[in-house]
T-cell receptor
Framework: SAVISQKPSRDICQRGTSLTIQCQVD?????MFWYRQQPGQSLTLIAT?????????ESGFVIDKFPISRPNLTFSTLTVSNMSPEDSSIYLC?????????????FGPGTRLTVT | QKEVEQDPGPLSVPEGAIVSLNCTYS??????FMWYRQYSRKGPELLMY????GNKEDGRFTAQVDKSSKYISLFIRDSQPSDSATYLC???????????FGDGTTLTVKP
């Protein structure tokens, strides 16, 4: 299993500003995923981040709005740029399981963002 | 149309009841079927996993997959207040870590 921590756990931000969310994993992983989860809604994948290459963004998400860094195999950051109230959500990072258990995903506790 | 549709809930049951949570899907390539449990203010954690069709039992939990109907279910027997959480179904076509998730069903088990 993997233990994932995220910082900050929550934040209240003003519109037009940016917030960087950090994700730290206790083991080396190839792929890290960033999700958004709005109340009563599913997990929506924002992007997949591989170490040493640019992140791959899902439809509807762009690098200018959600830049991602992946400097090593245990760490990643997601920035929510030029925020608006519509960006208020929970942001979760996730990693895949190892070896034959790679169907499984492990999730961090999430970052609860409120944009005013 | 979404690839994965989950019964929306919310669901409220008395302690000891049998709970049925259900999802349908449209992508016939899905082979891995998972159920995640998410407690309030926590990330989802894997509860059950099934490969292809069939049943799998783990204590009070039973996962069923019917690929012919593209329908999966999670049954909880003798439900407990500690089972109160949001349950998310998830599916993959390959063993590749990135799943497609249902919207989740919030379950409350009342003592």
């Amino acid at each position: 299993s993997a233990v994932i921590s995220q910082k900050p756990s929550r934040d209240i931000c003003q519109r037009g500003t940016s917030l960087t969310i950090q994700c730290q994993v206790d083991s080396q992983v190839t792929m890290m995923f960033w999700y958004r989860q709005q109340p009563g809604q599913s997990l929506t994948l924002i992007a997949t981040a591989n170490q040493g290459s640019e992140a791959t963004y899902e439809s509807g998400f762009v690098i200018d709005k959600f830049p991602i860094s992946r400097p090593n195999l245990t760490f990643s950051t997601l920035t929510v740029s030029n925020m608006s109230p519509e960006d208020s959500s929970i942001y979760l990072c996730s990693v895949e399981g190892m070896g034959p258990n790679s169907y499984e995903q492990y999730f961090g506790p999430g970052t609860r963002l409120t944009v005013t | 149309q979404k690839e994965v549709e989950q019964d929306p809930g919310p669901l409220s049951v008395p302690e000891g009841a049998i709970v049925s949570l259900n999802c349908t899907y449209s992508n016939s390539a899905f082979q891995y079927f998972m159920w995640y449990r998410q407690y309030s203010r926590k990330g989802p954690e894997l509860l059950m996993y099934t490969y292809s069709s069939g049943n799998k039992e783990d204590g009070r939990f039973t996962a069923q997959v019917d690929k012919s109907s593209k329908y999966i279910s999670l049954f909880i027997r003798d439900s407990q207040p500690s089972d109160s959480a949001t349950y998310l179904c998830a599916m993959q076509s390959t063993n590749a870590g990135k799943s497609t998730f249902g919207d989740g069903t919030t379950l409350t088990v009342k003592p």
